[in-house]
């Protein structure tokens, strides 16, 4: 079923992977040496955690909601068998064609075959996670498909051949002036007039020439593949949330619709939207609710949902890790996490980057490099604090991290530093000497270079003069401010 040359136009179906083609280290040194880049996600996930923080502020019952929530993830999650075939009865009595994929590779070979028997030459997709974690894009591509990404932010890094960076804004990492040059060059923005200078100008403009740009071609589709934020079992519902309307014409032009949904999407009963819906959009975009909302409750003409499996039936039989598949992919952890606001997503090398990313890659993709991933966090637990489902990524960071320990598989160097660490600690009277070693050592140290794998990217910490007992028992206690 080899096509060649169907559908391609300028601009559109540029092959990008999920950026794993180089080392790990080898893409976060890049990121850390990239300033542009750090200024264009630090600038994103500031503006990102305001305006959650802003609308969080206006419900008083946000941590009631959460709690909320977290129980009925849980209670799904350890249901998750009778609800998946509850959606499947119901989605198919509506009239939905409902498949099942073990893994990535069926997913990819249903979603081909029904593009090869319907022979689809123009192919709309909106922007998901599940369709970039099964590499669906490059393996159309491979075939001879193209289809056109009709998120702004995913259109905008097809246009640059680069995966997402962010799971709810894929182009974070790129700045206005750097997407007008981009349009420029694929000729997004020929005959639109000149650009303005004024950086949010900039920005407002650039989204409505790229409105204009794919406006007409969202109107003639064969073929329309999305996610999906939610399956409603009792009525078998896909459940969208989408700002730009892109996602209503995914859904409603073409005659063919492709639904690819992990199976931990699936939620009891339409009313568990009133309490997922808000906590999703306020976490994710700051906003109380999203322009548009999509229900598809059964086909236009021909609507197919894939469930995927890959790897989260094995996650669900380990009580601990099936709290990871609580997620709702809101992104509010990668905003707050400093790692990724210094390194961005692309350093991940996976679709699912941050706290988050950190945590299911390993688990669901499982290649060797993903085991390094739950160390790219400082431990700060701000991801934590923000999930608004109770996912807690920091106590599966630290889980994941123990479980490299259990397999032995940190290098010797590191086992033995752990274990002179752990020696050093539990001994006021070691710890003591190693305090004075290690205030007399640093500057010698540094000087040698023998901390630069740690140092070139970051400050070493100055090591006291005096310890806060030297201090005490010199000087004794602060004295209390009168009242
Ligand atoms: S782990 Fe929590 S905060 Fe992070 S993406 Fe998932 S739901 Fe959002």
Redesign the pocket.
């Known amino acids: 079923m080899k096509r060649r040359g169907v559908g391609k136009r300028r601009g559109v179906g540029k092959r990008r992977g999920v950026g794993k083609r180089r080392g790990l280290d080898a893409r976060i040194r890049d990121a850390v040496a990239d300033p542009v880049l750090a200024r264009n996600v630090l600038r994103a996930t500031d503006t990102s955690t305001a305006h959650r923080r802003a609308v969080v502020a206006e419900r008083p019952d946000w941590e009631a909601l959460r709690a909320r929530a977290g129980t009925l993830r849980a209670h799904v999650l350890t249901h998750l068998d009778r609800y998946v075939e509850t959606f499947a009865e119901n989605a198919r009595a509506r009239g939905t064609r409902v498949h099942a994929a073990l893994d990535a590779e069926e997913a990819r070979r249903i979603v081909l075959d029904l593009v090869g028997r319907r022979d689809c030459r123009r192919i709309l997709k909106s922007k998901s996670m599940t369709t970039e974690e099964i590499e669906l894009g490059p393996a159309l591509e491979a075939e001879g498909f193209f289809p056109l990404e009709t998120d702004l932010g995913e259109y905008i890094v097809q246009l640059a051949g680069e995966p997402p960076s962010h799971?709810t804004a894929p182009a974070l990492h790129k700045s206005a002036e750097q997407i007008r040059d981009l349009f420029r060059r694929e000729g997004v923005l020929e005959g639109r007039g000149d650009p303005p200078r004024d950086h949010d100008a900039l920005a407002e403009w650039l989204s409505l020439k790229a409105r204009e740009h794919l406006r007409p071609r969202l109107l003639d589709a064969d073929l329309g593949i999305t996610g999906a934020n939610f399956l409603v079992a009792e009525t078998g519902t896909v459940v969208l949330v989408e700002n730009e309307g892109n996602i209503r014409f995914t859904t409603t032009t073409p005659p063919l619709q492709i639904a690819v949904v992990g199976i931990e999407k699936v939620i009891p009963r339409i009313e568990d939207l009133a309490t997922l819906l808000p906590l999703l959009t306020r976490?994710a975009t700051g906003q109380r609710a999203t322009t548009y909302t999509s229900l598809l409750s059964g086909p236009l003409e021909e609507l197919h949902v894939i469930l995927l499996d890959a790897g989260r039936s094995a996650l669900l039989r380990d009580e601990a890790d099936r709290e990871i598949l609580r997620?709702?992919?809101?992104?509010?952890?990668m905003n707050v996490c400093p790692v990724y606001r210094t390194v961005g997503g692309h350093a991940y090398g996976s679709a699912y980057p941050g706290?988050?990313g950190a945590l299911v890659t390993p688990l669901l993709r499982g290649e060797a490099e993903d085991f390094e991933l739950p160390f790219l966090s400082s431990l700060c637990g701000a991801?934590t604090e923000?999930?608004?489902?109770g996912?807690d990524?920091h106590g599966h960071l630290l889980r994941q991290r123990g479980r490299v320990d259990e397999r032995g598989e940190r290098s010797l160097a590191e086992r033995l530093a752990f274990r002179a660490w752990r020696w050093v600690m539990a001994s006021p009277r070691r710890y003591r000497i190693a305090g004075r070693l290690a205030r007399a050592l640093q500057d010698p140290l540094l000087r040698a270079g023998l901390l630069a794998p740690w140092t070139r990217y970051r400050e070493a910490p100055r090591i006291a003069r005096r310890s806060f007992r030297e201090h005490w028992s010199r000087h004794g206690p602060p004295s209390r401010p009168t009242p």
């Open positions: 799971i976490s997620c709702i992919r809101c992104g509010a952890c706290p988050i991801c923000v999930c608004p489902v996912t990524p």
